[in-house]
């Protein structure tokens, strides 16, 4: 009999998510029937859509988030045992599944970690490469602007737009992320959103104003940036990790005043919408990784004791990279 | 010698404009040269867009709109005696032109009003034409909802959207607006964002929820329209008059909390991007008024020199259907 331990979603999180609101349980799992499999975790993934996802999660249930799992028992020909998966299976350390939903391949077993699959080899990565192609369509010689600029995303877009041969300027909350983005990934410039001369630094950065800007925290950062804009500018909005955690209670300036004067396109996406091209983007980041063109950095907490702590920090911008628990 | 009135821009806005903040002044034109024609006004506009540009235009010049002018002396062919044009002239009411910049023609001569070239024939039938149709481009069925629907715009968005087979619903703040919505626009439902229970009436009219939002105001009004939207709803921001007079200091819930999880598309528009469509639009919806499935309404002020009073009313909501002084 295996015995799963996973994190119950049991109170509805009031602003940052406190410990209590997940509980740590143990199951029994019942025998593999034949079709399924039993995968163990080996990496889980915390990211910010859990936050912004759990209003609508109903109490009760495991934890939404994604992991790569090894097949440890296996009465399905198509997951042999051995093998590697990236699996929805929530935040868990057994699943039995049937292989029919959620269950991604492992693409990148050459020579690069397992866990990158959570990262810019996952759907971080996907986000990054559709959320900035497909939205902001940048041009060669174009500005652009990323905030939330050293999380998993963040670091991919600057690097694609740099690819793209655009001037990419990188927003995050610490000199030490700013430092890993201009000196490691090439970023033309950041600056840090907690400077009280934000704004002006912002301005100095962008003498030929912003034509693209990947929004992952939306709020007054973003206000600023939309004051910079040029006519016709794009924003892909990815996240608005600066209002999750208040309740939508954040008020701020409203964004219609540029939106109109400066002829802006914002649109919200979910990279879900590019399923049927999930293998390109990942593809794509691999080539550039092996051609030296893109980097990646991970946040890595011990033990799966230590999920909740890592989903914490990471809401707080205390990851750089991607932030992965390994099991 | 001819003696021109004109308003002059001497204090920029603070809040809602001040009389005191326009110089009514009286000007002596010079002779009419080669190549020139002298034009008195008959109808001048007063919209919206001229308090939202207002912080771009300098002190000392002439505060900016269009009219419908008659030729009353000419030294340009292109422009004999008698005829009519629709001039950005500003608000003054004799003008010497070259003919060169600013003119457009009087499209609307076959028995209606000369005036309705500043409304549903000109500037603001275009804004709505193109604005809904190229941006939020609606599908028959599709739920369209219009803020700012009694007014020059938004009255002919929501009478297109009903052409387009949608099931249309008007936001004003008077209860005559939305009966005139209604009951001659039909409209298929009018709500009062004065009211109370504005969000659980918003919520009642919208069963299959929002498909597209066609915004005059931005703010609170356009937070409650976004809540309902559906995913992949389409938002056309034309104008943002809740934030004008304030001087950007009004405080709302951030948007991007919407524009992700629902993955909208919201885009900003000034209509002189369709400057090469300009006839498409105008005669389109001439076809529709001659069909009978368009109506229009303005709201007459008399006077050059009640302008000022023109303006702030339909700041404040004061008009139903296009606001105009008859000089």
Same mark, same amino acid.
């Given at each position: !009999?295996? /015995?799963? %331990?996973?994190?119950?979603?049991r109170k509805q999180f009031d602003g940052f998510p406190k410990e209590s609101d997940l509980e740590l349980v143990e199951e029994e799992l019942p025998p593999v029937k034949d079709g399924e499999f039993l995968a163990e975790a080996i990496y889980l993934?915390?990211?910010?859509? !859990?936050?912004?996802?759990?209003? %609508?999660?109903?109490?009760?249930?495991?934890?939404?988030?994604?992991?790569?799992?090894?097949?440890?028992?296996?009465?399905?020909?198509?997951y042999p045992v051995g093998k590697h998966v990236v699996g929805e299976f929530g935040w868990r350390t057994h699943t039995i599944s049937d292989g029919k939903d959620g269950i991604f391949p492992v693409l990148n077993p050459e020579g690069l970690p397992l866990s990158l699959s959570l990262g810019v080899l996952g759907m971080p990565g996907n986000t990054a490469y559709f959320?900035?192609?497909?939205?902001?369509?940048?041009?060669?010689?174009?500005?652009?602007?990323?905030?939330?600029a050293a999380g998993a995303v963040g670091s991919i877009v600057g690097q694609i737009a740099k690819i793209k041969g655009c001037t990419v300027i990188g927003i995050a909350g610490t000199d030490e992320k700013g430092k890993w983005l201009v000196e490691e990934l090439q970023f033309d410039r950041f600056i840090?959103?907690?400077?009280?001369?934000?704004?002006?630094?912002? /301005?100095e950065a962008t003498p030929k104003g912003v034509d693209c800007y990947f929004d992952n925290v939306g709020g007054e950062?973003?206000?600023?940036?939309?004051? %910079?804009? =040029?006519?016709y500018g794009r924003?892909?909005?990815?996240?608005?990790?600066?209002?999750? =955690?208040?309740?939508?209670?954040?008020?701020?300036? !409203?964004?219609q005043l540029f939106v109109v004067s400066k002829q802006l396109k914002m649109e919200g996406f979910v990279v879900r919408r590019w399923t049927d091209r999930w293998f390109e983007g990942i593809e794509q980041n691999k080539k550039w990784i092996k051609e030296g063109k893109m980097r990646y950095r991970e946040t890595m907490t011990e033990g799966f004791d230590n999920m909740f702590k890592a989903f914490v920090d990471m809401l707080k911008g205390g =990851?750089?990279? /991607?932030?992965?628990?390994k099991a």
């Open positions: !009999m295996v /015995k799963a %331990r996973k994190y119950v979603f993934s915390v990211d910010p859509y !859990m936050r912004a996802y759990a209003p %609508r999660l109903s109490l009760g249930t495991t934890f939404i988030g994604s992991q790569v799992a090894k097949v440890v028992e296996s009465k399905n020909p198509k959320g900035l192609l497909e939205i902001c369509q940048p041009k060669a010689g174009e500005t652009v602007v990323v905030s939330g840090n959103y907690k400077d009280k001369d934000f704004e002006k630094e912002l /301005k950062i973003s206000n600023a940036v939309m004051e %910079r804009m =040029n006519q924003i892909s909005v990815c996240g608005a990790i600066s209002g999750y =955690n208040s309740g939508g209670d954040v008020k701020v300036g !409203m964004v =990851n750089v990279g /991607k932030a992965v628990v």
